[in-house]
């Protein structure tokens, strides 16, 4: 058990840029959350996965963000035209099936500055 | 809509004393409730989780919490804290409708020697 892994641990950008966080889960887990994360907040959910298909995505998660698990191992999260309100912590977590079943085991994040 | 709430903010202790940090939530079924913890720059561990059963549960690192129905609170305690206790503390309960975890704001414990 290698843990979740994310990369990269840190980014910062430009307003307006293009970035792309990449996450591997444990590898028999079948689902996969992206949580986000604002300083003084609790992860607020975004979206998920089991196995490659998408079930649901958050409010939260605009246009400009979108996030693939194409071969139900790994994920990116997109965001497209960064703005200064994405800056947080982006948080991925895998569990083997569901989060009341098993427990979720998170990734240290990557954290993200739009300046 | 299922919340969580933690009212401490921020709590200090000595190290050796006793803690309890409080959490409530509201939720219309039997929740599923969870304790997580997290130190600076990393990503969240996995305290403890109620499900059903026995009210007391028992988590790692000495830690255990109360499922208190009455007063819709799971509150989590340890009798002696250790310097690297300190961390931030999150509560969290399943909405099972959607099947994701709902967080508080979280409490940062200080440990003073």
């Known amino acids: 058990d290698t843990g979740v892994s994310q990369n990269p641990r840190h980014k910062i950008t430009k307003r307006g840029q293009n970035v792309t966080f990449r996450c591997d889960p444990i590898s028999e887990h079948n689902r996969l959350y992206w949580y986000r994360q604002t300083l003084g907040q609790g992860p607020e959910f975004l979206t998920y996965?089991?196995?490659?298909?998408?079930?649901?995505k958050s409010r939260l998660l605009s246009d400009r963000f979108s996030a693939e698990r194409p071969k139900g191992s790994f994920s990116t999260l997109e965001i497209q035209r960064t703005e200064q309100g994405d800056s947080a912590m982006y948080l991925c977590?895998?569990?083997?099936?569901?989060?009341?079943?098993?427990?979720?085991?998170f990734g240290n994040g990557t954290r993200l500055t739009v300046t | 809509a299922q919340s969580v709430t933690q009212p401490d903010i921020h709590i200090t202790v000595s190290e050796g004393a006793s803690l309890e940090l409080r959490c409530n939530y509201s939720?219309?079924?039997?929740?599923?409730l969870f304790w997580y913890v997290q130190s600076p720059g990393q990503g969240l561990q996995l305290l403890l989780k109620?499900?059903?059963?026995?009210?007391l549960v028992q988590g790692i690192k000495g830690f255990e919490a109360e499922f208190k129905r009455s007063q819709s609170s799971f509150n989590l305690r340890k009798p002696s804290v250790h310097w690297s206790d300190a961390a931030e503390y999150f509560c969290a309960v399943a909405d099972l409708d959607t099947d994701k975890l709902i967080f508080g704001t979280g409490t940062r414990l200080q440990v003073f020697p």
């Open positions: 939720y219309g079924a039997t929740p599923y």
């Open positions: 109620y499900f059903s059963g026995d009210t």
């Open positions: 996965f089991q196995n490659e298909a998408q079930l649901e």
């Open positions: 977590a895998s569990s083997l099936d569901g989060t009341y079943n098993s427990p979720l085991h």
